[in-house]
């Protein structure tokens, strides 16, 4: 953000900067992606951006979680146009809705999307931390095609790929973890990959670490993720739900590929903190020490 | 909400409803007014109706908590304009802000708003439980005129009302509990009044509660708390945070005041719960058993 | 606690001190009495010391909580023998018991129990909160005389109390709260009194307020419930859930009643925050300044 | 447990059944072992039968977590002369220690005790959830050799690793995981083993696992894997914190190894349970269907 508005340029440069590391796809407006303190206006603004820059050349996901289901309805139509590929969606993040309520409104959803939906369980930020029969349900709604998981929760991964591993004719469904330090034991596993905020500042990294999982390299794994770990740094300093947020945007901006404005009302990291992301840059050889 | 969208015949209805009943102000758009659900349009429609409809017989408080800034500050224009008094304001609800997080927020809005402000705690939707320091820092800003407090929490009750006693300048700021229960012994240990989400069903109930506590006459509260008590009946018939909103739509149904709509993604209960709150309402002599 | 041993003389002093305020009864072994940090043998020793220092002259209740069934079986049948007259039971606090697994706690409890019980509801301690159903099914158990709910839940206190009243043929179990700061509303809405853990320190404060909500003075319960709030800042000098003990003890120690000692892991407050408790004390003129 | 005692002859007969099983060492009183059920002389008594029964064939280690210090002191001693090798202690479970009353703790524990120590993090049970400065500081303490953690929380065990893995001067402590689910990809990652309820049952499949990951064999791990969470189907019969000793006990009778019998106040499965776990280990094999 900058000066209240969708930072369009540095929105450009970042995706170049993703891309350039190699990921394999985009996801945008989650949680790290302030999706929820977005206008539907700037939402809008952003997925067009967003797909006008990337033209194709890696899938896009667009998180259209909202407590409004109308604007999420109209937010899903302006991604299939802007050349997304598929939509996440976690509940509603005010009046929790109960299991069988989720399922409902699943099932009002998803008659009116025009791409496939991927699945949002993010219990720290919606209340609702969507269990193994829930989501198995979920799973088995035509057009779902697969789960990101915040949650944290390796036992729950591991009942999910038990219960994708049972079925009798196998949909193919697939995981991604959002913990980006859960990436390699959950591709090691079984999971399809991870949507990580980390890989805003060093997406070489974790593109890296994706592919030593995929190959079942455990010595590069355990080298790379003592480096992830060491990035991870970036994430402790503040101490509330934004800092993680603030740790990437401020190093984004270290590193010259955008600027640190976070959307209103939270504030870029100050001074000290900035300091201490610069440091842990500097250790791991990202900006000069 | 009627076929997705705002019922507005219903809402004059039920504004008329509840001034019969005798109530001191309207608070519009809170958690029992599903204004999370409401998109930024139907929100702006319902202010502009109410205030047309209550045509400044009684106050008007909006809540104008969002997640998105920018709409929370055109809300509270709107507000001004259709004639509200005062409005209210939770953290924002999905990032969840640090005390410091939330002050600046508050900095934020209040050079900007046209009317006076509460706030508003309501952890079980927010994640945020606004302590007393803060609580007590939020209040002395100028502008601030009061607190919804939705935590169920006497304590905290306790002591924010010690702290008002011992306030060299008192600044007078107002009390309000959100937990209808607790309307009693507020008013009686010092507060200016709940918001009630029973009283839409019947509204005269708590207002005669809420000046029999005024007037200190226990007996006459210990019979009306009973009858509160008994009312409460239909909040229980659903397991999830939707319960209450659905058992107070479904009991103005019943009394022909408005239709039961829920806003999307929720639903309005069924036959079996509402024949549960159907014998509720009858058992109390509201309808016809 | 004094040298790791039951500070028998400290008890008869604090007895001494407390039956001097007036209070109608003693609660012994509860969170603030530290029974869960003390041996089976010293719990065995403060009863019979503190039976033997009351004489009857007050009713006597003891917590038997414990992980170890053996263990309450046991100390149940001292109690009796050292002159107490009522038990209270709050579930085992490691294994958290379901409410099925609660009442079946109970019914195993019961028959070997030579006193009356009251059921504790504790759910900061035992991770387990005792709801409305269930404690209406343990309060039907012959031999359950009542319910001390430490939840600090106004709302949860109407409900039981509604049942209560509704009973077709009324049993007259007790309610006391363990929330001091809500002692007062709580007897002017039916409850039978408090646990107090404040009580120890100013005793009269206490047996003045429940007199005055029993009279329902509401200007005198204001001036009362004032300086209990004052007095409340003995327990805000810590961080963790040991705070308010320490806070009690420390004051304790400074009334020259008893010694500051808390049973082992724990320790006493070091200087700074036992100046702190001084000047809170002082201002209450309960010590010189 | 049977008919109020412990079940001597069924503890040898399972000790038997797990070194059979190939297991690398027995791990006594913690959760699945009911330790907080038992009586200070159930306790002893448990310890030496085992020690005895053991002679020094795998190591012992053995939970002395309780509530009350002199107690955990006492056990301390007796272990060390049944022939245990090391202890493990979580936080006393009813009030909860902040981080330096923790640290606290165990310098008031570590001098007295006669074996080395492992730190049990179990914030399900405890209400303490050890946080990563807290272990790093209490595993830097001479005479503490490991954490077992069971908080399910693998970002925490990578935390923990990366510190491990930047001590300038390598104390070599060892982390074992408490999540049985969670065994191989610790292990692969470099945890030392785990404490695995579910080795009671099938000692030989987490034996195996265990060393397919430390051969970081990762087809053979995903076949074992599967098998494991196949197994993990006798924890889901039931809805409280008893359920997965409950299943455990039922699945070890089933295989009569030995008796069911909980230790009080909990129950056995009943009938409809014990015929579903009665399916699950048919299905694998472990009895005849």
Same mark, same amino acid.
């Given at each position: 953000?900058?000066?209240?508005?969708?930072?369009?340029?540095?929105?450009?440069?970042?995706?170049?900067?993703?891309?350039?590391?190699?990921?394999?796809?985009?996801?945008?407006?989650?949680?790290?992606?302030?999706?929820?303190?977005?206008?539907?206006?700037?939402?809008?603004?952003?997925?067009?951006?967003?797909?006008?820059?990337?033209?194709?050349?890696?899938?896009?996901?667009?998180?259209?979680?909202?407590?409004?289901?109308?604007?999420?309805?109209?937010?899903?139509?302006?991604?299939?146009?802007?050349?997304?590929?598929?939509?996440?969606?976690?509940?509603?993040?005010?009046?929790?809705?109960?299991?069988?309520?989720?399922?409902?409104?699943?099932?009002?959803?998803?008659?009116?999307?025009?791409?496939?939906?991927?699945?949002?369980?993010?219990?720290?930020?919606?209340?609702?931390?969507?269990?193994?029969?829930?989501?198995?349900? %979920? $799973?088995?709604?035509?057009?779902?095609? @697969?789960?990101?998981? =915040? #949650? /944290?929760?390796? &036992?729950?991964?591991?009942? *999910?790929?038990?219960?994708?591993?049972?079925?009798?004719?196998?949909?193919?469904?697939?995981?991604?973890?959002?913990?980006?330090?859960?990436?390699?034991?959950?591709?090691?596993?079984?999971?399809?990959?991870?949507?990580?905020?980390?890989?805003?500042?060093?997406?070489?990294?974790?593109?890296?670490?994706?592919?030593?999982?995929?190959?079942?390299?455990?010595?590069?794994?355990?080298?790379?993720?003592?480096?992830?770990? %060491? $990035?991870?740094?970036?994430?402790?300093? @503040?101490?509330?739900? =934004? #800092? /993680?947020?603030? &740790?990437?945007?401020?190093? *984004?901006?270290?590193?010259?590929?955008?600027?640190?404005?976070?959307?209103?009302?939270?504030?870029?990291?100050?001074?000290?903190?900035?300091?201490?992301?610069?440091?842990?840059?500097?250790?791991?050889?990202?900006?000069?020490?």
């Amino acid at each position: 953000m900058k000066d209240g508005k969708i930072d369009g340029e540095g929105l450009d440069k970042l995706i170049e900067h993703v891309l350039a590391g190699g990921v394999h796809g985009l996801f945008l407006l989650g949680t790290t992606g302030e999706g929820p303190s977005l206008s539907q206006g700037q939402k809008i603004q952003m997925v067009r951006r967003a797909g006008a820059q990337v033209k194709k050349r890696v899938p896009i996901i667009v998180a259209i979680t909202d407590t409004v289901v109308e604007d999420t309805l109209e937010l899903a139509q302006v991604c299939a146009k802007a050349g997304a590929d598929a939509l996440v969606v976690a509940p509603p993040y005010y009046l929790p809705p109960g299991p069988a309520e989720f399922l409902a409104y699943l099932d009002q959803l998803l008659p009116a999307l025009p791409l496939p939906l991927f699945l949002y369980n993010m219990p720290s930020m919606t209340k609702v931390s969507l269990d193994t029969p829930t989501l198995a349900e %979920a $799973l088995a709604r035509p057009g779902v095609i @697969g789960v990101k998981d =915040s #949650s /944290g929760d390796m &036992g729950l991964f591991h009942k *999910l790929l038990s219960l994708r591993a049972a079925e009798p004719r196998p949909r193919g469904w697939a995981f991604f973890t959002g913990s980006e330090t859960l990436l390699a034991e959950s591709v090691l596993f079984g999971a399809q990959g991870g949507v990580c905020g980390g890989a805003n500042v060093d997406p070489a990294l974790f593109v890296e670490l994706f592919e030593a999982a995929l190959a079942r390299r455990m010595d590069r794994i355990l080298a790379l993720q003592g480096r992830l770990m %060491a $990035l991870s740094a970036i994430y402790g300093h @503040g101490h509330h739900a =934004s #800092s /993680g947020i603030k &740790g990437i945007k401020c190093a *984004l901006s270290l590193l010259d590929v955008c600027g640190d404005g976070m959307a209103a009302p939270f504030a870029a990291f100050a001074g000290p903190e900035r300091q201490q992301v610069a440091r842990d840059l500097g250790a791991l050889g990202l900006i000069p020490r």
